[in-house]
């Protein structure tokens, strides 16, 4: 069969499976994680070295920005580690056929919704 | 031979198990620490810190999360960075970045038991 060229497609009708957004999410969170880390350092070395770094550490972490910037990071914590887990049980072959993984995938955002209303309610309000 | 077995192999991925265990074991113990941990201050903080099981496990938390970060960061460049000078100078920053930052936070956990 020959295909008429160019080939036209849709990307809007092209759908991600849940298991590939579940995937890339795990990659896209991984990735602001990394650049999460020397903020991290840096606000930890505030925080140890005086009481007065300790508490402009704390007001750092109350600016309306960074309150934002710290739910991404939360999120990225919470779904990296759920989809890593997800990851691990599947070296063990453990959901590794169609119907599992896509389970596992909808567990992965269902756990990962329920712990973030938890903290926004809990933590953040 | 050497760069590419750098690249390849059971090692990165052995790597990455392992330290992805670690650290979520001690993220798990973390929250705890905090979520028990009430009106703690400065001085609370510092003493959680400097409890030598406490130190050891952030300074190990440490390794394991740049060994992790090396491992992700080295597998996103690979598929998305094609071109070979661009590739290298990705690997290097993202190498500095993680160097830098452990020699930071082992100067934060080895000078904070002093002052």
Redesign the interface.
């Known amino acids: 069969m020959t295909v008429k060229r160019p080939v036209y497609l849709n990307l809007f009708k092209i759908r991600l499976p849940t298991t590939g957004i579940v995937s890339f999410a795990h990659?896209v969170s991984?990735?602001l994680?990394?650049l999460a880390?020397?903020f991290s350092?840096y606000v930890?070395?505030l925080?140890?070295?005086s009481?007065q770094g300790?508490?402009q550490g704390l007001q750092l972490l109350q600016q309306p920005v960074i309150r934002i910037i710290l739910l991404l990071l939360v999120w990225a914590?919470v779904h990296h580690?759920l989809a890593?887990?997800r990851y691990?049980l599947l070296?063990f072959d453990i959901a590794i056929d169609k119907a599992g993984s896509n389970m596992t995938a909808w567990t992965v955002i269902v756990a990962e919704v329920c712990i973030m209303a938890v903290y926004v309610w809990g933590v953040m309000l | 031979m050497s760069s590419v077995y750098v690249l390849h192999g059971l090692k990165p991925w052995l790597i990455q198990?392992v330290s992805?265990?670690y650290i979520?074991l001690f993220?798990i113990y973390s929250v705890f620490s905090l979520a028990t941990a009430g009106d703690a201050?400065?001085?609370q903080?510092?003493e959680w810190?400097l409890h030598p099981l406490n130190t050891i496990a952030v300074g190990l938390f440490t390794i394991a999360?740049?060994l992790h970060?090396w491992v992700?960061?080295r597998d996103?460049i690979l598929d998305y960075v094609h071109n070979t000078l661009i590739r290298m100078m990705a690997f290097t920053l993202?190498i500095v970045?993680?160097i830098?930052?452990g020699i930071?936070?082992a100067k934060?956990l080895l000078l904070?038991v002093v002052?």
Do not use: C, N, Q
């Open positions: 990659r991984g990735f994680l990394f880390i020397p350092i930890l070395d925080s140890v070295t009481s300790y508490e914590i580690m890593g887990i691990l070296d | 198990r992805a265990v979520a993220v201050g400065y001085l903080w510092r810190l999360l740049l970060a992700g960061m996103i993202v970045v993680l830098s930052s930071w936070s934060i904070s002052i």
